[in-house]
């Protein structure tokens, strides 16, 4: 995870740039949250407090990202925290978003989450796919070498990406899909797949998962040869992860060994 800059440590412009945008700031703290931003921030402001992320305008990869999930915020809000502002200064992108007050995802077997995240996932596969830049799935997808595989994960639907239970946010009310960095436009069924997949890292049995999954809208477009095609990829990619030094943190761990187990269970079916 990015070590986090904390507010006092900020430009003074930056700043300066933030309170005047918020109309003003009582107090400030530094939030884990938010891999892809080197800035994680609760600021309590006068009108309800505020989660603020930035990104040095010297990291173009979180800048991309960061500008990316501005311009799609406004046709999201069904699903995620609204955008309040976003300003460039000192150096920095800053972007605002209403404060969500809840917690992460619980994907382990019998979560009463589960249900829930599923109708917000199934509220995205209605969601029309805006006229923001995308990359396409096949893009991502051929990046990673696997030609094979681009016929398949391309459409036209809008696709989150990375919904792991951090992204995903609960509360009495609603649920919250967080982090839109990497969007795509691909197939309808890509982000029903990744929350088996997840579900399987969380502990079900991979059998368990493709039960519940799919009850998901988009699970049911998968097309014949696509699940076991996608399982495959996932599992030889994530043991790319594997072979890396950094790769020692209990999520990728996990992750990894759930996209083995997928695959084995594929392949003996």
């Not at 036209?156 to 995903?168: E, F, I, K, R, Y």
């Not at 899909?177 to 969007?183: C, F, S, T």
């Not at 990619?237 to 950094?246: C, F, M, T, Y």
């Amino acid at each position: 995870m990015t070590n986090k800059t904390d507010w006092n440590d900020l430009p003074q412009g930056v700043r300066d740039a933030v309170r005047e945008q918020a109309g003003g700031i009582a107090a400030v703290r530094t939030i884990s949250a938010g891999w892809n931003s080197e800035a994680s921030l609760v600021a309590e402001t006068g009108s309800g407090p505020l989660f603020v992320k930035g990104a040095r305008l010297a990291d173009t990869l979180k800048v991309v990202q960061l500008r990316r999930e501005i311009s799609i915020n406004p046709y999201v809000t069904h699903l995620s925290p609204e955008i309040r502002f976003h300003v460039e200064a000192g150096g920095w992108l800053v972007a605002a978003f209403n404060f969500v007050n809840g917690r992460r995802a619980d994907y382990s077997p019998c979560s009463p989450d589960i249900p829930r995240v599923f109708e917000a996932l199934d509220a995205l596969s209605h969601t029309p796919r805006p006229d923001v830049e995308l990359k396409y799935a096949d893009q991502v997808y051929s990046s990673q070498g696997d030609v094979a595989l681009l016929r398949r994960v391309s459409g036209d639907s809008l696709v989150h990406g990375d919904l792991t239970p951090a992204n995903v946010l609960v509360t009495p009310e609603r649920v919250f899909l967080l982090d839109w960095a990497r969007p795509t436009r691909g197939a309808s069924w890509l982000d029903a797949v990744s929350m088996a997949h997840f579900m399987i890292t969380c502990g079900h049995s991979p059998r368990d998962a493709e039960a519940i999954a799919a009850q998901l809208r988009g699970w049911k477009d998968l097309g014949p040869g696509d699940l076991d095609a996608i399982v495959h990829h996932g599992s030889a990619v994530r043991s790319a992860w594997g072979l890396k030094p950094h790769a020692t943190d209990p999520w990728t761990n996990a992750s990894l060994e759930a996209a083995r187990r997928w695959w084995s269970h594929r392949r003996a079916l």
